[in-house]
């Protein structure tokens, strides 16, 4: 029996960023899941840091019989993180597409540095919100505020674990240059190298589940 798809949508996001993969796999008779994180898509709340995404994907493992494949996207690879330092023994497949993975210790603003963490808290102050960071994407309606506390988080594990689990990283070549975040995953995708993960490169944007579906499910299957 295929082991159930469980997916960590990235920040901003929702459950909608799986949607053509879940339908692949779906005529394929293999269970997934993708729920929105506490506070986002369809979720509304305040208050939430990156406990809460781990709890939420805790609940879905823990709910599911025997073992579970995670993939997580972008922001999504913090919580993944997280999760599988906790589930070591029930994952059986770890896959990161385009994600932040940490080093264990370090939050996303860690990652990002103080300039960005900077930037980012200066623009959720105009927008009027000190809790949710506001999407910068305007061509899609689909985003949604994202919970601030997320980004202080620090996600700790023991690296040799994570290693052990063999995971898979999925690196998009083709991001727009004059986007904050691409620099951030590059250097991600170098530090993953060095670890000397199975690494795979599809030339896409960032949503390769849209632009690039059927590549991204043959690496992923």
């Known amino acids: 029996m295929n ?36 506070g986002m898509g369809s979720r509304s709340g305040k208050d939430i840091d990156l406990t809460h ?12 019989e025997g073992p579970v494949n995670i993939a997580a996207f972008s922001f999504g690879g913090m919580t993944a993180t997280a999760v599988a330092e906790k589930y070591r023994d029930r994952i059986a497949r770890l896959i990161y597409i385009d994600a932040f993975v940490p080093r264990s210790g370090q939050s996303f603003s860690h990652i990002a540095g103080e300039k960005i963490t900077r930037q980012i ?14 999407p910068f994407f305007e061509t899609d309606s689909r985003y ?47 530090f993953i190298k060095e670890k000397g993960w199975d690494f795979h490169t599809i030339e896409s944007d960032h949503m390769p589940m849209y632009s690039h579906t059927d590549e991204l499910l043959k690496i992923m299957l």
């Open 3 to 38: 082991a159930k798809w469980i997916f960590i949508h990235g920040g901003w996001g929702g459950s909608w960023q799986w949607t053509p993969i879940q339908n692949h796999l779906k005529t394929l008779g293999i269970e997934s899941a993708a729920p929105d994180l506490p």
């Open 53 to 64: 995404f781990i709890g939420s994907i805790s609940s879905i493992i823990e709910g599911s």
């Open 121 to 134: 808290k200066a623009y959720s102050h105009v927008m009027g919100d000190e809790e949710m960071i506001p």
């Open 144 to 190: 949604r505020s994202h919970p601030m506390n997320t980004l202080f988080t620090p996600v700790q594990y023991n690296p040799e674990r994570l290693d052990s689990l063999m995971p898979v990283y999925i690196e998009c070549t083709d991001k727009d240059e004059e986007w904050s975040f691409t620099p951030l995953l590059r250097e991600t995708a170098i």
